[in-house]
């Protein structure tokens, strides 16, 4: 309510009562959207304050003040005169300040384009405060005052049976309400009516009455401030019944009731633009963990596949004879257990003896990935309740200085996290592509759909990186990200990558999978093809057991 017609209106007939006859002894901006009109006379000065911005506002303080620096005067062929008077445009949110010389400061705000014009006794304007090449010379626009509806057929003739809530209805039928006084309206009126549709003559009769009782009171004001949360503050020119449930602070005048709402609401969005990014990052701090913990405990849950690979290696090494050169699996009995036939798949290009050696070394890593899921666990099982900790005490801050001390209480905690101070220039932007360190300064980028799996391949992979992507099967693409150009990925790291290949793809449950590595250089898209298709030449081709990134993390730990 704080630019409707009536409040507008109220602040003109206080205004009037003092600003007539001071002079007009600066216009200024220190402020980026926000104009400021000096006033003086002998014995008392006034500052009108008026934002064009996306909080918008126009309120008077007492006294003058004027930074020193990055300060901007406007309007100064202005300066010098007298006020004498100031009012709002007939039934149109359009304030006055007319000057002696007969020429007007001219202020709206509202609409996508708000300004304030200095317009000429012939109506053209002499200078804006905003876009001001544009509107020198031109016209001055005139107030288009709204509809009267000062009878029932006329509301009736208004009353638009499409909006969505009985308080839009009411809003579009009474032009100058805004929400909240068509909410007051409904609640004044008790009408229970679903949707305007809904609504029988005698509902809208009801609602005219309290909607035309609520304008002869507007013309009282007797204006108050609602609290409706640690955010929301709700200016009132009037006492409102539907919000009569909320804390309420009465005030004397319009003017100092508009003026502690702006300052509240400029305190809010202050307070708020240090509080969110701060609220933000923990809870994503405290989402991660939970993620986390949830993966471990998913991957621990999960089969410890120790024990068959020392099996099959066991079975291998035993049975060395058996095995046919270049084969890809292989069929022995059990002597470890009860006989029957185990299926173990090979490298073909192995003895029997290295694929035996090469499981051996598979068990040992599977244990020290389980042992360092089972430590990583732990860690984040002490990590998560700190962190919802910290949040549900960064909750109950209400204040720039209990903002503050929570700052300085937790300032390690929150370094730790990769919180700065506040102002500090957030870190830039990076694709938003899965990351999986693989040591050595190697890195997996893994994109997540068709469309990340483009950009990806073709728009973030440099030429000497290595795209990875299971054979055969629908899957996501993978890059493994080479430090530099003369670096190579050993083995291991190769197969890390290879592992991520072919678990984010169809043959994800799979014990062995085939995963083709090539040079990025060597991949292209087809003319034409849809996102995510390519081709591709000079491929190798590697057997790994598909691994999620945490065990793959875990191995690199």
């Known amino acids: ?21 001071s002079l007009l002894g600066d216009a200024f901006s220190q402020v980026r959207d926000e104009l400021v009109l000096a006033f003086a006379r002998p014995e008392a000065e006034w500052m009108v304050r008026i934002s064009t911005g996306a909080f918008r506002y126009v309120f008077r303080v007492e006294g003058y003040s004027r930074a020193r620096r990055n300060v901007a005067t406007l309007f100064e062929e202005a300066l010098g005169r007298t006020l004498r008077d100031v009012r709002v445009a007939e039934r149109d949110r359009v304030l006055f300040f007319e000057l002696d010389d007969d020429s007007w400061f001219q202020c709206w705000l509202y609409g996508p384009r708000p300004n304030v014009l200095w317009v000429a006794p012939d109506g053209q304007v002499r200078a804006a ?11 001055a626009p005139a107030p288009r005052p709204a509809p009267e509806v000062g009878t029932f057929e006329a509301f009736r003739a208004r009353w638009r049976t499409d909006r969505k809530s009985l308080a839009q209805a009411v809003a579009a039928a009474f032009p100058l309400f805004d929400a909240l006084l068509a909410e007051e309206t409904v609640f004044r009126a008790g009408v229970q009516a679903p949707s305007p549709a809904d609504c029988d003559e005698e509902d809208l009769r009801r609602l005219y009455e309290a909607g035309r009782a609520l304008e002869a009171e507007l013309a009282r004001p007797a204006p108050r401030l609602y609290r409706a949360d640690r955010w929301t503050t709700h200016f009132a020119l009037i ?14 005048s319009v003017d100092a009731a508009v003026h502690a709402a702006v300052r509240r609401e400029l305190a809010v969005r202050a307070f708020r633009e240090a509080y969110e990014p701060l609220r933000q990052a923990l809870e994503a701090a405290v989402e991660r963990a939970r993620r986390e913990q949830q993966a471990l405990e998913t991957a621990l849950a999960a089969p410890d596949r120790a024990e068959q690979y020392e099996r099959w290696g066991h079975l291998l090494m035993a049975q060395a004879h058996q095995v046919p050169p270049g084969a890809e699996v292989v069929e022995l009995p059990d002597w470890f257990g009860d006989g029957a036939p185990v299926r173990i798949p090979l490298d073909p290009t192995r003895s029997a003896v290295e694929n035996a050696q090469a499981y051996y070394e598979r068990a040992r890593q ?23 900790a910290l949040l549900a005490e ?17 300032a390690d905690e929150l370094a730790a996290l990769g919180i700065g101070r506040t102002g500090q220039k957030a870190p830039e932007a990076m694709p938003a592509f899965r990351r999986v360190p693989l040591g050595g300064g190697f890195e997996a980028w893994i994109g997540r759909n068709a469309r990340e799996n483009d950009e990806l391949t073709f728009h973030h992979a440099r ?16 890059i493994l990200r080479v430090p530099g ?3 190579q990925p050993d083995r291991r790291v190769l197969e890390r990558a290879a592992s991520l290949a072919a678990y984010f793809s169809k043959a994800r449950g799979s014990s062995v999978v085939p995963v083709v590595v090539v040079p990025r250089k060597y991949v292209r898209k087809p003319r034409g093809a ?13 057997l790994v057991e598909p691994r999620p990134p945490e065990a793959v993390q875990a191995e690199n730990s």
């Open 485 to 487: 150009r003369n670096r």
């Open 239 to 252: 006492p409102l019944a539907h919000l009569a449930h909320l804390p309420c602070e009465a005030f004397d």
């Open 366 to 388: 599977a244990r020290q990935e389980r042992e360092a899921l089972r430590q990583r666990l732990e860690d984040v099982r002490q990590r998560l309740p700190r962190l919802e």
């Open 530 to 542: 849809d996102p995510g298709t390519v081709v591709f030449e000079r491929e190798e081709v590697l």
């Open 129 to 139: 405060f905003q876009q001001d090449e544009a509107w020198r010379g031109q016209p």
């Open 1 to 21: 309510m704080l630019l409707t017609y009536y409040t507008l209106r109220a602040l003109a007939d206080e205004w009037r009562r003092e600003l007539p006859g």
């Open 394 to 410: 960064l909750e109950q801050a209400d204040t720039m200085a209990a903002l503050r001390a929570f700052r300085q209480r937790h």
């Open 463 to 478: 030429k000497h990186d290595l795209w990875l992507h299971a054979r055969g099967v629908p899957g996501s693409h993978v």
